[in-house]
């Protein structure tokens, strides 16, 4: 198996390294948005130990991620309005990851918007997007 990359952007947004906006933070995992939304609210779940993605992480830390997922998935659908709800887990370049540190997306989706193309957002509007989120999770 591969072994984990200690500087993956994501171990580098852990380490404070590269800014992020964040969603929703604990001792055990971190929530932010997506730099490139396919869907507005569109965040990511990752927990601070290092771990790849299904092959390798510990079972008690992947439901751990679950249970964070969920209450970051409320909230953001409450913010966006949304209907319906995606939540996608990537393992390895042939699963479709591309950052080497296990996440999950969490995906707002409402009838009728379907998702859009990746492409860079901007930070003010993912600034505003976050406080959207950030304040239903108190
Ligand atoms: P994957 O294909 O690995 O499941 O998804 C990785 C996601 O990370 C992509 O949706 C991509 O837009 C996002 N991403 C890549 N680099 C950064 C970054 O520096 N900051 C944030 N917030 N997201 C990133």
């Given at each position: 198996?591969?072994?984990?990359?200690?500087?993956?952007?994501?171990?580098?947004?852990?380490?404070?390294?590269?800014?992020?906006h964040t969603v929703y933070?604990?001792?055990?995992?971190?929530?932010f948005l997506?730099?490139?939304?396919?869907?507005d609210g569109?965040a990511?779940?990752?927990?601070?130990?290092?771990?790849?993605?299904?092959?390798?992480?510990?079972?008690?830390?992947?439901?751990?991620?679950?249970?964070?997922?969920?209450?970051?998935?409320?909230a953001a659908?409450?913010a966006f309005?949304?209907?319906?709800?995606?939540?996608?887990?990537?393992?390895?370049?042939?699963?479709?990851?591309?950052?080497?540190?296990?996440?999950?997306?969490?995906?707002?989706?409402?009838?009728?918007?379907?998702?859009?193309?990746?492409?860079?957002?901007?930070h003010g509007v993912l600034a505003q997007h976050a406080k959207k989120i950030r304040d239903l999770l108190g």
């Amino acid at each position: 198996m591969t072994a984990y990359d200690p500087d993956n952007i994501f171990a580098k947004i852990l380490r404070g390294e590269i800014p992020n906006h964040t969603v929703y933070e604990d001792d055990r995992t971190l929530a932010f948005l997506d730099i490139m939304p396919i869907v507005d609210g569109h965040a990511l779940v990752i927990p601070r130990k290092p771990a790849r993605n299904i092959f390798d992480v510990e079972p008690e830390e992947l439901a751990n991620l679950v249970k964070v997922a969920q209450k970051i998935s409320l909230a953001a659908c409450k913010a966006f309005d949304a209907d319906g709800h995606t939540l996608r887990l990537h393992s390895e370049a042939s699963g479709g990851q591309e950052v080497p540190h296990i996440h999950f997306h969490i995906l707002p989706m409402r009838t009728g918007i379907p998702p859009r193309p990746r492409a860079m957002a901007d930070h003010g509007v993912l600034a505003q997007h976050a406080k959207k989120i950030r304040d239903l999770l108190g």
